[in-house]
Every structure is written in structure tokens, then in C-alpha cells.
């Protein structure tokens, strides 16, 4: 089982450009969650989805959104990017007590 | 937003050595975990405490749950190289999705 995959690894954006995050997950769970983790602050919940065609907007959502078309896949937008969107961007799936992560993805903001 | 506010915030140490984090909040947690994440990759949970008072062992790694679930702490004995790490805890929300708010993290080196 490969877990949680997160695509790309490494992004590096202009202010306005947009670009779409995946994440994707083989344990069949159904819950998703993206979160993005800056230095001193920990992880910050951005969107979840507690099932296919659901979201819900957690701490942080403002400047993203997020799809989930398939159970498997969990899909962060990023419209028009700014520089306080840099960060390192995690994605997670769980079906009970323990959330699962992704490897994360690197995001910087020209 | 509660914060989850954790001590120290950075700690370097020599292998051998005794430590313990602590992870502090201004309301009860129905229940915490811990989380380890090692450079260029995501958290991975250690363990999750419920009941005040409770105190779990990992090997080498000692979790306490405050009497008043509004705290906690991570103690490590003689510590190694692998332990290194961010220690992050988390507080689990109530409800279907299990919502995690995470403290500010303890970023911890052991060197030989």
C-alpha cells in the first residue's frame, strides 16, 4: 500500500498564478484533510471532507479550495496565489482515532 | 481558535540525556495525541490519551494526560539520534470528522 500520496513535491508559483494540489489515498478511508504547516505554528487545518462530494471549510480556508469527486482523491485549488501562501502543505485521511499523512508538498510564492 | 501552546519550542540535547515536553492548553481536551514528524515528511501518531491521569509508555517515551485533561507532557529517556524530531500534540475535536488542532511543536535534536 503506497498510503497517502501528495502531487507535486515541490512548486514554486508568481503571485496569481493558480495550480491544484492532489492528494491521493489507498486505504479506503473517509475522511480527508489539508492543512498547511508554517514555522512556530504548527500544522492549521485548511478544508476536510468527511466523504465523497462533501467539504467543509476548517481554521484557514480563505484563498483555497477543494474538491472531492472520487473517495480516493481529495483536491486543494489555489485561484490567484499570494505570498502568505507559502508554506508546506499536508494532506491527511483517516477512518477513526489516527490520521495518516501524505509526505507533504512544498509550495513557495514569488 | 484554542491554542495548543508547547514547551520548549526548540531542544538540543546529548544522546544519554533525560527530557520532557509539555503541551499546555487554556481548555480540556476530550482527548490528545502525539505526533512525531521527521524532516521532509509527514506527522506520524505516537499515542493518544483519553482519561485524566493517564499515562502511557512507548519504549523509551513516557505520555501523561493532566488530571484536568488540559495538559500534558512527553517525557523521553536517554534519549538517541532517532529520536530526533518535531514533537507536535494534538487536540482531537468532538464529532464525525475528528478535527485535529495542533500545538506550536517542540523541535528536538539529540546529538552523539
Known amino acids: 500500500n503506497a498510503g497517502v500520496t501528495q502531487t507535486p513535491k515541490f512548486r514554486v508559483l508568481k503571485t496569481g498564478q493558480s495550480m491544484t494540489l492532489l492528494c491521493a489515498q489507498d486505504?479506503?478511508?473517509?475522511?480527508m484533510y489539508w492543512y498547511r504547516q508554517d514555522p512556530g505554528m504548527g500544522l492549521r487545518l485548511i478544508h476536510y471532507?468527511?466523504?465523497?462530494?462533501?467539504?467543509a471549510k476548517g481554521e484557514v480556508p480563505d484563498g483555497y479550495n477543494v474538491s472531492r469527486l472520487k473517495k480516493q482523491n481529495f483536491l486543494l485549488g489555489l485561484e490567484s496565489a499570494a505570498p502568505s501562501q507559502t508554506s508546506v502543505y499536508f494532506c491527511?485521511?483517516?477512518?477513526?482515532?489516527?490520521?495518516?499523512f501524505g509526505p507533504g508538498t512544498r509550495l513557495t510564492v514569488l | 481558535t484554542q491554542l495548543l501552546e508547547q514547551s520548549p519550542q526548540f531542544l538540543s540535547i546529548q544522546e544519554g540525556e533525560n527530557l520532557t515536553v509539555y503541551c499546555n492548553s487554556s481548555?480540556?481536551?476530550?482527548?490528545l495525541q502525539w505526533y512525531r514528524q521527521e524532516p521532509g515528511e509527514g506527522p506520524v501518531l505516537l499515542v493518544t490519551v483519553v482519561t485524566g491521569g493517564e499515562v502511557k509508555k512507548l519504549k523509551r517515551l513516557t505520555f501523561q494526560f493532566g488530571d484536568a485533561r488540559k495538559d500534558s507532557s512527553l517525557h523521553i529517556t536517554a534519549a538517541q539520534p532517532g529520536d530526533t524530531g518535531l514533537y507536535l500534540c494534538?487536540?482531537?475535536?468532538?464529532?464525525?470528522?475528528?478535527?485535529?488542532?495542533f500545538g506550536t511543536g517542540t523541535r528536538l535534536q539529540v546529538t552523539l
Open positions: 486505504m479506503n478511508h473517509e475522511y
Open positions: 494534538a487536540r482531537r475535536s468532538t464529532g464525525t470528522a475528528s478535527k485535529l488542532t
Open positions: 471532507s468527511v466523504g465523497e462530494g462533501t467539504t
Open positions: 481548555s480540556v481536551f476530550s482527548s
Open positions: 491527511a485521511s483517516s477512518q477513526g482515532n489516527e490520521q495518516f
